[in-house]
C-alpha cells in the first residue's frame, strides 16, 4: 500500500510539473515581433499623343500651325507614371535646317502654346534647351499643347524636313 501512495505521489507530481509548463508556454511573452514594410518604385513616364503634326507643304517665310484654325492637331502629353510629374519641352534642328528664335536662311521657328490657342494664343518659342510645358500633372493627368512652325525666309533643300519636338518627364 506504501507503494502504491508513492506511486500517486509521483504520477501527482509529474503531472502537476507538465500541467504548469503548458501554463507557463502560455503565458510567456513573445520573443519576435514583425512590420510588413511595402515600398513602391517610382515610376516616371509620359505619353504624346497623337504624336505626329503634317502641317503640309508651305511656302518659305509661311507659317501653319495645330490649332483649329490651322490643321486642327492639337497634342495631348499624358502623365503614365505613377507619381506627379513636371512636363519639360525642347525643339530640334531638321536635317536642313536649324532650330532659331527667329527665321533665317535655313533656319526656322517653332513655338508651342498651352493656353487659349484657339482664340489668343500665347506662342513659346521651342529652344533645344528643355523648357517648362506643365508642372504638378498629377497621374493621369493630361497638358494638351499647340504647336506653330514658321519656315525658313530660303531654304537650301526642298525635302520635306522632321521638326522633332520632344517632352520629358521628371517627378515634379
Request: charged content about 10%.
Amino acid at each position: 500500500m506504501q507503494i502504491l501512495t508513492n506511486y500517486k505521489v509521483i504520477v501527482g507530481t509529474i503531472g502537476f510539473i507538465l500541467l504548469s509548463l503548458f501554463f507557463i508556454n502560455q503565458a510567456s511573452a513573445a520573443t519576435t515581433g514583425t512590420v510588413a514594410a511595402t515600398v513602391t518604385v517610382q515610376n516616371i513616364s509620359v505619353t504624346v499623343s497623337d504624336g505626329s503634326v503634317a502641317y503640309g507643304t508651305l511656302a518659305t517665310s509661311a507659317q501653319g500651325d495645330t490649332t483649329a484654325g490651322g490643321v486642327n492637331d492639337s497634342q495631348t502629353a499624358t502623365n503614365d507614371g505613377n507619381v506627379s510629374e513636371d512636363l519639360d519641352i525642347k525643339g530640334e534642328n531638321t536635317t536642313a535646317w536649324t532650330l532659331a528664335g527667329s527665321i533665317g536662311a535655313d533656319q526656322y521657328k517653332h513655338d508651342f502654346c498651352i493656353t487659349t490657342c484657339d482664340s489668343t494664343p500665347t506662342w513659346t518659342a521651342l529652344t533645344t534647351s528643355y523648357q517648362a510645358l506643365a508642372t504638378g500633372v498629377a497621374t493621369s493627368g493630361t497638358q494638351i499643347f499647340d504647336l506653330r512652325i514658321n519656315t525658313p525666309s530660303s531654304s537650301t533643300s526642298f525635302t520635306q524636313q522632321t521638326a522633332t519636338v520632344t517632352v520629358l518627364a521628371s517627378a515634379s
